[in-house]
């Protein structure tokens, strides 16, 4: 792909987003789950300026999301959601993530520190290899919770080499093993270099820095992730929530 092209589609979609009639709340919510998305996926896969810059502003029109995956068949995974196919119920989201995932996943309506479920979607992500042909796809659903902090949470059903960041803190809990990070990251408008300090703090893994972004913002990813039954189980916030509460809010999820 040519990097100038690739330029020109992040610079046009960004125009037609910041043009867009998004509510505060809606607004809100889609930054969160872009740095979210990005936020995960580029520690994991490690995507370049550009490739970090249009999959954020692929995701910020909710069109999807574009992220390369380590080595391996599988090269890029795509997936988009939609507005117009929220679930507000929690009974309905349950009753759709079974439906997705071939199984009922492992839910709760309300987290101990009174985070509680505010809506969910159900979506697919695909698989391509580096070619863009097509290996597969796989489920996922997704969920928002609300309170004085909030969280995110999804429940997948990935495919063979889909792979995932390693841990800084495990623990085993009822025979699984929850591993947990803390992470610093660094968001920056379009075209805006980061200092110095923060690419050696980069280049050293201690600092990730996403684009797309429409002013600079520095925020702590805090996450949680297990696998049971077949299925990945993802926790994560930008608020400030301490790791160790993320383990308890995922130990009630298995506990569920």
């Known amino acids: ?3 100038d092209w690739e330029e020109e589609i992040r610079q046009v979609i960004t ?5 867009a009639d998004f509510s505060d709340e ?3 919510r889609i930054l969160r789950q872009i740095h979210s998305s990005m936020g995960e996926r580029r520690k994991i896969m490690r995507l370049s300026k550009k490739q970090a810059g249009l999959a954020a502003a692929a995701a910020l029109v909710i069109l999807g999301s574009i992220t390369a995956v380590g080595a391996g068949r599988i090269a890029v995974l795509y997936s988009h959601i939609s507005l117009n196919e929220e679930v507000t119920s929690y009974e309905e989201m349950k009753a759709r993530g079974t439906e997705s995932l071939g199984k009922a996943p492992q839910m709760v309506e309300e987290f101990s520190g009174g985070q509680h479920f505010k809506r969910g979607f159900a979506t697919m992500i695909d698989a391509a290899d580096a070619a863009g042909q097509m290996v597969g796809s796989y489920p996922e659903i997704s969920i928002e919770y609300s309170g004085a902090e909030e969280l995110n949470f999804s429940v997948s059903k990935p495919l063979e080499g889909v792979g995932h960041s390693a841990a800084q803190v495990t623990e ?4 699984i093993v929850i591993s947990g990070n803390k992470d610093q990251y660094l968001f920056l ?3 805006e270099e980061p200092s110095e300090e923060d690419k050696k703090l980069e280049a050293e893994g ?3 820095i996403s684009y797309g972004s429409t002013a600079e913002e520095r925020r702590v990813f805090t996450s949680v992730n297990w696998q049971e039954d077949g299925l990945f189980y993802h926790l994560y916030t930008y608020e400030d929530v301490s790791l160790e509460e993320m383990i308890g809010f995922a130990k009630e999820v298995i506990d569920s």
């Open 206 to 208: 201690r600092l990730y």
């Open 26 to 28: 809606d607004s809100s």
């Open 1 to 3: 792909m040519r990097a």
């Open 189 to 191: 408008p379009p075209g």
């Open 172 to 175: 085993e809990y009822e025979g």
């Open 15 to 19: 125009e037609q987003v910041s043009s």
